[in-house]
């Protein structure tokens, strides 16, 4: 089948169009073959068919015989690309605002979810920090100022008791006075 092969190939690439259409159909299976494999989203069907016979064609017309590769090598590889490369092309694009169901009422956009957005714990958050501030607030200014000074302004200890003209310790047993009383109150 080969010397077949290679004699209506040297046909063909001389012109002889019976050569290449004899070629065109011993290369039906390939073209088939690789048009359902690598086809895109349709897989085989006519139009694609057609696409591999004038890839077949146009590897006659560029093939060079003299740098010794086989034709029947030669074509694969093109028609693999071929295919390949056409279903790289053939990207399907879905529109966000296209609608789904059957009432046409909703889109695709309405049915994605933020993961990273959480409504509930967002609130809760919330909650919980206005509950904090009232309760800071139902301290005394001395306590309220050192919880206010250390959590909120990021003093140090040392740099409170300094300020306020008292020992470090003092300013320590009041802030875990303060906290004692943050977590009772809360």
Request: no cysteine; proline share 1%; charged share 35%.
């Amino acid at each position: 089948m080969y010397i077949e092969f290679d004699k209506k190939v040297g046909a063909a690439l001389k012109g002889d169009s019976i050569a290449k259409e004899w070629i065109i159909d011993r290369l039906k299976p390939l073209v088939v073959s690789y048009s359902k494999k690598y086809g895109g989203q349709t897989g085989w069907d006519e139009e694609l068919y057609q696409e591999g016979a004038w890839q077949i064609l146009e590897a006659l017309n560029v093939f060079d015989i003299s740098k010794g590769v086989p034709f029947l090598g030669f074509v694969t590889i093109r028609l693999k690309h071929h295919y390949q490369n056409r279903r790289r092309k053939e990207k399907i694009t879905i529109s966000l605002d296209q609608f789904v169901g059957e009432d046409e009422g909703t889109s695709l956009l309405d049915l994605l979810v933020d993961e990273k957005v959480s409504i509930e714990s967002d609130y809760l958050k919330e909650e919980e920090y206005k509950a904090l501030i009232r309760a800071i607030n139902k301290l005394d200014a001395k306590e309220r100022g050192i919880i206010e000074d250390y959590y909120l302004k990021g003093y140090m200890l040392k740099d409170i008791a300094e300020a306020r003209k008292v020992h470090y310790v003092t300013v320590a047993k009041d802030k875990a006075k303060a906290l004692e009383k943050l977590k009772n109150i809360l």
